[in-house]
């Protein structure tokens, strides 16, 4: 009769104990989770100048800083659009976009990454401004 009495106790402090390590668990979860969202901030590797939307991008030599730019296979490459206007990063040639990717309009300071799964070189260009154009070139 005694040995029931305390084995009883000792289940409920076991079940409490497993209760109490699981919410610890969910918040080490949570915390996982934020660090991710950091991480995720990446740099973008080719930048949009301000005034881009000028005719020849105004000052700047290049529409995309800088419009070639080497990659690797599966090393996805970010844009960021510095200018106060929207932009686009379009695969192909001016009036002839080949739909391999399309950022679409993207808003001041937006980005837009793509992942390369073809070597060879790949041109780009700006949807709403025929003088912006890059190419990207893909390495094994
Ligand atoms: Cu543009």
């Not at 029931?4 to 409920?12: F, G, T």
């Not at 001041?108 to 790949?122: A, D, I, L």
Request: charged share 20%.
């Amino acid at each position: 009769m005694n040995k029931k009495i305390a084995i009883i106790p000792i289940i409920v402090i076991i079940a409490i104990i497993g209760a109490v390590s699981q919410m610890g668990l969910e918040e080490s979860t949570e915390t996982q989770t934020v660090e991710i969202e950091t991480v995720e901030e990446v740099e973008a590797m080719i930048t949009i100048p301000v005034k881009a939307a000028r005719p020849a991008c105004g000052p700047h030599p290049e529409c995309y800083i800088p419009s070639y730019y080497v990659t690797k296979l599966d090393e996805p490459v970010v844009w960021l659009n510095e200018d106060s206007a929207f932009h686009s990063v379009t695969s192909g040639s001016y009036g002839e976009p080949d739909g391999l990717f399309d950022s679409g309009h993207m808003d001041p300071y937006g980005t837009f990454s793509y992942k390369f799964e073809e070597t060879g070189m790949h041109p780009y260009y700006c949807t709403l401004h025929p003088w912006m154009a890059g190419n990207i070139k893909v390495e094994r």
